[in-house]
């Protein structure tokens, strides 16, 4: 191996070893679907400069956006395999493949309101879905942004529970959200991010589900610009890292990135939660989206319940859900 040689395999791998690549001790790649005006890349820049300002040495970040490397579902992959990508914020949702346990922090209706959202990310009533993934997938939680409020996303509208019935929506990958959408009347289809926007455009699906932020950041009006407010989840985003990357760090590094992974998520959240009506006012007034009022969410709430009680049970999380429930 030459060092050029090296140098290239190092760059390929997105690791600590890419010293040679670009004279820092470490490089840690990251990923984004986003552009730099999105809350996930603002939190990962955030992240990015508190490790830098927590650690003594010298680390350096490679941040690729506008989903250079790929969308969740792609990272995740990398994530546990520990290569290409090694930090990224993913939807609890798109990690079920390695963990079936995990989608339970993002399922619908779990949180009532913004105050129960931070009530229970401020306690540690996930941390055994913490630990089933990091056992399972070999992903590291080490902050948990979010705060988006998800809302039903469709090139005609829908406003009430008879218009829902058989409704082809896109749903992520994990079983709960087809579930959770199926017990409600719709017709939930599991489609990868990146080809939402043709599978609209096209007729394949009548619509999808989706908060503010991303709506306008990827432009999701321009081929379903009815919003109908179902207000069906508080999103919970984890920061996370590759644990075969994280592992391999530095101690003091390592405590670096905890506390730099508290810190950017409290304020990612703060951020996301802050402009979620905002951005929908945005797209409103510049007349990409018409918001409509939907007749059927509690009815849907209570349709849910069941779903996630069965979820739970088959999971051994009675216990959690419950605990999480009353809070
Ligand atoms: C939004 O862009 C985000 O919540 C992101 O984390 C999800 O992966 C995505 O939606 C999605 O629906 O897959």
Request: overall charge negative.
């Amino acid at each position: 191996y030459s060092i050029k040689t090296m140098a290239a395999t190092a760059v390929l791998l997105g690791t600590v070893s890419t010293a040679f690549a670009d004279g820092h001790a470490v490089t840690l790649r990251g990923a984004s679907m986003f552009d730099e005006d999105h809350s996930f890349t603002k939190t990962l820049r955030e992240f990015e400069r508190l490790v830098a300002e927590n650690y003594d040495g010298d680390v350096a970040f490679d941040l690729r956006l506008n989903g250079e490397l790929g969308v969740e579902s792609d990272y995740v992959t990398y994530l546990n395999q520990g290569v290409a990508v090694d930090y990224t914020i993913l939807a609890p949702s798109n990690m079920a493949v390695f963990s079936e346990s995990i989608p339970l922090m993002d399922m619908p209706f779990l949180f009532r309101d913004l105050d129960h959202w931070n009530a229970v990310l401020a306690s540690d009533a996930f941390a055994p879905l913490e630990d089933d993934l990091r056992e399972a997938a070999g992903i590291v939680i080490v902050g948990y942004h979010g705060g988006g409020v998800r809302n039903l996303v469709s090139a005609e509208p829908i406003t009430s529970m008879e218009e829902l019935a058989d409704h082809r929506m896109r749903v992520m990958g994990a079983p709960i959200q087809a579930l959770t959408f199926d017990a409600v009347g719709a017709a939930p289809a599991a489609i990868a991010y990146n080809e939402v926007y043709n599978a609209i455009q096209t007729g394949v699906i009548a619509g999808f589900e989706n908060e503010a932020a991303s709506i306008q950041n990827l432009k999701f009006y321009e081929v379903a610009p009815h919003i109908s407010l179902t207000q069906h989840t508080i999103t919970v985003r984890p920061i996370v890292m590759s644990a075969a990357i994280y592992d391999e760090l530095p101690a003091d590094l390592q405590a670096a990135i905890m506390t730099a992974g508290a810190e950017a998520g409290a304020f990612g959240r703060a951020l996301e939660s802050g402009a979620d009506g905002e951005i929908l006012q945005e797209m409103s007034d510049a007349g990409q989206i018409v918001i409509h009022e939907f007749a059927g969410r509690d009815q849907m709430l209570e349709m849910v319940q069941p779903v996630q009680d069965a979820y739970a049970a088959e999971l051994g999380a009675t216990e959690l859900l419950e605990s999480v429930r009353g809070m």
